[in-house]
């Protein structure tokens, strides 16, 4: 999609301009939801996937890559991070995985003072 919409949605392909209209302003909203509606139908996707879809994915993504919250927020255009953590919507895979490191990590700390204070 991303592709496509580089090579054939922009006006001005040189420039660093995602969503430039014909008028060097923004593309309305309403011509990125007609062509993501036709990617979706062309490529067989779930109909209820949308640009708010990807909003949430690019959120939960950049979370889950180790991103700050706090950019995070900037990069959603979110004045409180109240409004930015109802779209912190990680996988389950993700969450088992940081409650297992976390656990591994609580575990090693005290195994290490068990060591240290020469106790068993």
């Known amino acids: 999609m991303v592709e496509d919409w580089l090579a054939n949605g922009r006006r001005e392909p040189g420039t660093l301009d995602l969503f430039p209209s014909e008028r060097r302003g923004l593309v309305v909203e309403s011509t990125l939801i007609r062509r993501v509606r036709r990617y979706c139908e062309e490529l067989g996707l779930s109909?209820?996937?949308?640009?708010?879809?990807?909003?949430?994915?690019?959120?939960?993504?950049?979370?889950?890559?180790?991103?700050?919250?706090?950019?995070?927020?900037?990069?959603?255009?979110?004045?409180?991070?109240?409004?930015?953590?109802?779209?912190?919507?990680?996988?389950?895979?993700?969450?088992?995985?940081t409650l297992r490191a976390a656990l591994d990590r609580t575990v090693k700390e005290a195994m290490a003072r068990t060591t240290e204070d020469g106790s068993s």
Do not use: K
């Open 47 to 97: 109909d209820g996937l949308d640009l708010h879809s990807f909003r949430r994915s690019y959120a939960t993504h950049l979370l889950e890559a180790g991103w700050d919250p706090r950019f995070v927020q900037d990069q959603m255009g979110h004045e409180y991070a109240s409004t930015t953590g109802i779209y912190q919507f990680v996988s389950d895979e993700f969450r088992r995985s």
